[in-house]
């Protein structure tokens, strides 16, 4: 608060009031599993949305985020940003700043505490519980976690845009300068010599003992913690993500094979899951619950990869080994039925262009739009994923991280471009979305297929060669386990007949339906080094393949799509060329893969 605020400061004015709620690394980007990070980003989240309600229930005007848009527990806890603007009438919004972080310090408290009543429900009782947990170390490190950040400026009339917009501009500096006097409790706990450290955040010590660490399995494994050494925020992500059915990787994954079996033979199905069953209640270390789905199968699936049915096999006691080798028949038989199943998924990085720039010029109005429009996209968003199958396992307003069965992916980011479109507030303020698809083994580390998702985003942003137009782009960024990566990007709008992943999806079908053959990437890529990459005679190449290819009819509906994308303008020759290579091997890759019914 500057000068000019301060010396009237006790008398009733209209205020803009600016927070933010953290750390993000502690809530989110600390995590081993994709359960940790889901949980993290919606504890953060949930927190958030108690600091705007408590600025609602004591009067404040929410500009943003936007708490209109009708959304269920799942989802309203799930994803609104990590910050806030409110309008408050009154004196100085001293106390309002310190309601507001009242709030979210008792709403941690409450969920920090559920958590430790839960660990320590069914605890063995040979030991005591101080062998087993520090719980002062506990509630050390969950007091010091919370950052809360706060700044406002006067703001005498909220409804003139250049005085509203002047406020905001001077609020979000001062936030910024509050955010750099950092002044929050710092925990300094002095654990013993060799004490492990946590496996989530170096910088802490575990809070669970190492007796508790080497006898307690049975506790570990329905608490999801399973040897891994934890600080207070890693216990509170792992025994409350363990209350919430979170869909294992792997199950997603396969899900477009479960569907597929299902459809053609359900008793199988079943079967499978009575084996799977047998087989945890057998050693419960083999097979992991999963999230239910549609199709009724509960488990992670991850005996139906032959890599880690074989790993199962070597580690099983005796008593599972019957179990395994019934699960082992009926997935060979539903193998026969249905074809492998398949591995790799898809993580989607979403993310509003020019979001902050258009909040930053916006008067209260268009704010306001702006709050209403992340709201419903994020809700969008969910339901698009919910619908195929996935989830979203992080958002924060403008962004959001999204875990899909792969074939699925392409389709998903269509329908989240087409209905940003179609909203009137994205057209008159120029919101437009890029998109980042990272493709990858389901047993990919989080951090690797996270950081390939931004990279992917990150493509799509800024595009790969000079040039490129910016942002309002698809980059899909594909790592076989078996060959090199393969990075393609492709604009939502340009020229040519088919655009955007309506182009992949062409590529794909051709490759499926064998009228492109699966050696045509390396022989267009040979044909248009023999053309010196010029525009007419690699067209004239294509329809001459083409014609080969032809078995009777008219011309394959490729062919036009492919001539419209070497002859693209917006590209040089032999950019053009190199793009429609690209993605031809990335759509030839996508039609081994499974699909969706």
């Known amino acids: 608060m500057t000068k000019q605020d301060t010396a009237q400061a006790g008398e009733e004015q209209t205020w803009l009031l600016a927070y933010a709620v953290g750390p993000v690394s502690d809530f989110v980007a600390a995590a081993r599993r994709m359960r940790d990070f889901w949980y993290g980003s ?22 943003f985020p936007s708490l209109e848009v009708p959304i269920t527990r799942v989802d309203s806890a ?26 979210v310090d008792q709403r941690l408290s409450r969920l920090s505490g ?17 062998e087993l947990i520090n719980v002062d170390w506990y509630r050390s490190q969950i007091k010091g976690l919370p950052e809360f950040y706060a700044a406002w400026v006067r703001c005498d009339n909220p409804e003139d845009p250049d005085a509203y917009r002047s406020a905001y501009q001077r609020l979000q500096r ?81 899900d477009p094979w479960v569907r597929r079996l299902a459809a053609i033979d359900n008793h199988s199905l079943h ?35 032959t890599d880690r049915l074989n790993l199962a096999r070597a580690v099983a006691q005796t008593h599972a080994c019957k179990a395994l080798s019934r699960l082992q028949e009926l997935r060979q038989r539903a193998i026969k039925l249905v074809g492998e199943p398949d591995p790799y998924l898809a993580l989607m990085a979403v993310d509003l262009d020019h979001f ?16 209403r429009l992340a709201a419903g996209f994020a809700r969008a968003s969910a339901l698009v994923a919910r619908k195929a199958s996935g989830f979203v396992i992080h958002g924060g307003g403008d962004e959001s991280l999204i875990m899909l069965p792969l074939p699925a992916a392409l389709d998903c980011a269509e329908q989240l471009h087409q209905h940003l479109n179609q909203l009137p507030d994205a057209q008159r303020m120029g919101v437009t979305v890029s998109i980042g698809v990272s493709m990858a083994h389901a047993l990919t ?4 297929l996270r950081e390939q998702a931004l990279g992917a985003l990150r493509l799509a942003k800024l595009g790969e060669r000079p040039g490129d137009e910016a942002r309002d782009a698809l980059a899909v960024v594909a790592q076989p386990r078996a060959g090199g990566e393969i990075r393609v990007r492709v604009k939502w709008s340009t020229a040519g007949a088919l655009t955007g992943s309506a182009r992949l999806a062409t590529w794909q079908a051709a490759f499926e339906s064998g009228s492109l053959p699966r050696t045509a990437p390396h022989a267009l890529r040979a044909g248009q080094q023999l053309c010196r990459f010029d525009r007419a005679l690699s067209a004239a190449a294509l329809r001459r393949f083409e014609q080969r290819r032809r078995v009777g009819g008219g011309p394959a509906g490729w062919l036009n799509a492919g001539v419209a994308a070497i002859s693209d303008p917006a590209m040089g020759t032999e950019d053009a060329s190199k793009q429609l290579v690209s993605e031809w091997l990335l759509a030839r890759w996508l039609s081994a893969r499974g699909q969706v019914i």
């Open 445 to 448: 580390p989080l951090r690797r």
């Open 271 to 305: 079967d499978l899951g009575v084996a799977f069953e047998a087989v945890r209640t057998a050693q419960p270390d083999l097979v992991s619950a999963s999230r239910p789905h549609e199709s009724g199968f509960e488990f992670d699936g991850q005996l139906l990869l």
């Open 78 to 103: 799930a994803w609104l940003p990590n910050r806030g603007a409110v309008i408050w009438r009154g004196p100085e919004p001293a106390g309002l700043a310190r309601a507001l972080r009242k709030a």
């Open 114 to 130: 559920a958590a430790l009543r839960t660990f320590l429900k069914d605890l063995p009782d040979e030991y005591p519980t101080d």
């Open 356 to 371: 902050g720039e258009r909040l930053w010029q916006s008067d209260l109005a268009g704010q306001t739009a702006l709050a």
């Open 174 to 254: 001062e936030l910024l300068a509050r955010k750099r006097t950092r002044d929050f409790l710092r925990v300094r706990a002095t654990e013993p010599a060799g004490h492990p450290k946590s496996a989530l955040d170096a910088s802490r010590p575990s809070v669970l003992e190492r007796t508790y660490l080497s006898e307690c399995a049975a506790h570990q494994r329905r608490l999801g913690i399973e040897g891994d050494p934890l600080d207070a925020p890693g216990l509170l992500k792992r025994v409350l993500g363990r209350r919430e059915r979170f869909p294992a990787v792997t199950r997603v994954a396969i």
């Open 42 to 63: 919606r504890l953060l989240s949930e927190l958030c949305q108690h600091a705007a309600g408590r600025a609602q229930q004591l009067g404040g005007t929410l500009v």
